[in-house]
């Protein structure tokens, strides 16, 4: 199930089947929580989750390696849940890929920059 809803179009991945899914999905959690929602609205609820504990574990290692007077902004610690998403999602979500370097950081040669490429 997971391929499915998470993965790329093609093949046996279709929006079809990716709405299967989340239905069936909605049927599993509608049968352990007091809230009934549709495919969509777990979906919608999972994006929202995952975003949440994103920013979360952000503002913990900004906080983190923050310097100088004033007050911490976090408690320095993410939930139990956000860990679990994190661990779901994976942690290059949020500390991007060992090695990389951020595109923001490249300076562009003078002929790229010019629309001359």
Sequence with gaps: MLQVLFGKFGGMVTNAAKKR????LAGEVGAVSRVKRSGEE???KWMYMKSDAKGCEVMRRKDL???GG???????SVSDNKERILGLIGRVCTEGISGGCDTADVQLLPEMSSGLI
């Design 70 to 76: 004033g007050q911490r902004v976090g408690e320095g």
């Design 42 to 44: 777990v979906r919608k």
């Design 65 to 67: 390696k923050a310097t």
């Design 21 to 24: 899914c989340w239905e069936e």
